[in-house]
């Protein structure tokens, strides 16, 4: 059986409503409402759901940028839901997010290779300036760009090597789970598959488990092994890209498929190509 390097049971997670007027603490709004599911090592989970579905909030969640209220966050063996963010610390390796905004998250005046760096500066403060520099050039390496751009800054690259960029910053600690929030939303259809086929390489070489966030059906059939159809902060359906989107149970898993865009009056084909097999 494979082993789960992540596991969420029963998640529960709500932001503070304020009163505008009084400044005071008013009921919750719960986004995620009892979310379970499992992610093996080397396996590739799509989430799908419209915005506002909870998605980004349950990602956030899990690398603990915000706090879950009940339920249970298990990281290979060790329940990690309430852990103190000092005792998350050598969690944070682990698991890498490329965050929805991800061009925001670039400081504007940093090169590409300072960009590389600074994770390399946090969690492994012990290399040499020369084992740093290699590492930098390998990780370029593996996301398809090259040695050329060290010295560019994010705003002298494409949308397509910026993309490729965030990949490679998230790769730098080598990451057991990366975790990808809309991130090919901005692309053009020819970058995006590259940005697909480069993560489905990622993760069969490195055995990473990916956790892919999309609003399209179309993009995570083609590319996940399980996908989960979210819908107000709760799962509507599982299954495998095949058996979800042959046979939907939900209509709105039918509302996502009849969503996805026609070339000249064709639908493009979410089942074709997607026959990977369940982990479930
Ligand atoms: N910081 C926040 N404070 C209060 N509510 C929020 C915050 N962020 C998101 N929400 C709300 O939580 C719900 C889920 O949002 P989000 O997780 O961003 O959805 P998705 O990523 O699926 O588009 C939405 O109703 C949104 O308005
Ligand atoms: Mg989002």
Redesign the pocket.
Known sequence: MEENILQLRSVVIS???RSWFFKRKKNA?C??EGISFFLPRGRILGIV????????????AIVKF?PIQKGNMIIDDSDVTFISQKEFFPYRRKIQIIP?DFCDTFNPKMSVAEILAEPLDIHFPRLSAKEKNARIVELLESVGLEDALLRRLPSELSGGQRQRLSIARGLAVNPEILIC??IVNACDLYTQKQILSLLTALSREKNIAILF?S?NIAVVAHFCHEILI?RH?RILETGTPYGVCSNPRHPYTQLLIDSIPQIEGEKIDVLHGSGRDSYA
């Open positions: 932001y503070p409503q709004t986004a995620v759901g419209e915005s506002g579905s909870g998605k980004s909030t349950l990602l956030k915000i929805q929030d809309e966030v609003h979210v902060g």
